[in-house]
């Protein structure tokens, strides 16, 4: 089992950024590929950022690309998700999720979920 805590979400500017962290227990986290989710209001969950168990693999929404930069540090048993030049529509929760399968986008496919951080880019 693993469990995950988010932290760093806030009310930022558009332009402005934010770093998301996701702490996992430590036993099992390097286990894991990682990924990081977000949910507006009304909407479905949907992926946003993706890296295999070592770090080498990364993959991104288009949505986010170039934006966005999706790390960890298995030493510190931490995922992270850099965003920046923030707009508005990246209003959401975020969430970070853990997958025995790589890096997939089917949220269906994960099997541990942290609680969600709400991030909120005012205009």
């Known amino acids: 089992h693993v469990e995950l805590v988010e932290s760093g979400g806030g009310l930022v500017q558009a332009g402005e950024s934010l770093r998301l962290s996701c702490t996992g227990s430590?036993?099992?986290?390097?286990?894991?590929?990682m990924a990081w989710f977000h949910q507006a209001p009304g909407k479905g969950r949907e992926f946003v950022a993706g890296?295999?168990?070592?770090?080498?693999?990364?993959s991104y929404a288009d949505f986010v690309k170039g934006r966005f930069t999706i790390s960890r540090d298995n030493a510190k048993n931490t995922l992270y998700l850099q965003m920046n030049s923030l707009k508005t529509e990246d209003t959401a929760v975020y969430f970070c999720?853990?997958?025995?399968?790589?890096?997939?986008?089917?949220?269906?496919?994960?099997?541990?979920w942290g609680q969600g951080t709400q991030v909120t880019v005012a205009s």
């Open positions: 890296i295999s168990r070592i770090g080498d693999r990364t």
């Open positions: 430590k036993r099992y986290f390097s286990s894991y590929a």
């Open positions: 999720a853990a997958s025995n399968l790589g890096i997939v986008e089917n949220h269906l496919s994960y099997d541990y």
